[in-house]
């Protein structure tokens, strides 16, 4: 049939082969394979967000915090730790804590291997041992609010920048850069931010391959689909 999918969607189409009669192995009816093919059709672009549209934002100031209050959520900004404090939407308080600063991995068997625990070991409580110098609040328009962290990292006293967008809807935007600080600092085991989420956020759901990982390896057997489960059956 004809697809007229929506901004962003995409579409495909599975094949599904089944045992027409059981076996020894597999009774009747058993999935035994399928194919995934994505179909070549295009989706409208994405309207962009009219920001006039959007309800307007509240900002208060304190010594140690700011204060950004829309329609249905609250968020509120650490001065001294540059991340947010508490992120309330209709009532319900969303982060424990973060984003902050994160520069390391668990280490694999290669790792230790090559010695990555001791070579790239700087960086392994960097985003913790950060100072903050600064956190500044700049309404840009009715409805968005821009908060910039700026921050030093103890290897190499090299800068992290991270600027909040905060709209009317009560979506915010993350935008993070990093400059090294000096020539020839260690490599880094990873570069990104990391949150915590109150304990009662227990399910995840995926637009993507699954329901179990799908590493190169093994992705031809985890098909694209809409996929939930709780955050402890995604360990791997």
Excluded: C
């Excluded at 004809?2 to 901004?7: I, K, N």
């Excluded at 328009?141 to 090299?158: K, T």
């Amino acid at each position: 049939p004809e697809l007229a999918p929506a901004p962003g969607a995409e579409s495909f189409l599975t094949l599904s082969y089944h045992a027409a009669a059981a076996t020894e192995l597999v009774p009747r009816g058993f999935e035994v394979g399928f194919d995934q093919l994505p179909l070549p059709v295009a989706a409208p672009a994405q309207p962009l967000l009219d920001r006039g549209t959007l309800a307007p934002l509240e900002v208060s100031e304190a010594a140690d915090a700011v204060t950004v209050t829309g329609s249905t959520f609250a968020l509120v900004f650490d001065r001294a730790t540059g991340t947010i404090r508490s992120w309330r939407y209709r009532g319900i308080e969303l982060i424990v804590s973060g984003p902050a600063p994160d520069f390391w991995r668990a280490p694999t068997d290669n790792d230790y291997g090559n010695r990555m625990p001791v070579r790239l070991a700087a960086w392994r409580e960097a985003g913790a041992r950060r100072a903050v110098q600064g956190l500044v609040a700049t309404r840009i328009g009715p409805a968005e609010v821009r908060v910039d962290v700026e921050s030093v990292i103890p290897v190499g006293a090299s800068r992290h920048t991270t600027r909040y967008t905060v709209l009317g809807s009560g979506e915010i935007l993350v935008d993070v850069t990093f400059a090294p600080g000096a020539e020839g600092l260690p490599e880094l085991p990873r570069f990104g931010m990391q949150l915590t989420l109150p304990r009662e956020f227990d399910t995840v759901t995926w637009l993507g391959r699954g329901p179990h990982e799908s590493y190169a390896d093994r992705k031809a057997g985890a098909p694209v689909g809409r996929y939930s489960g709780t955050v402890d059956e995604q360990f791997h």
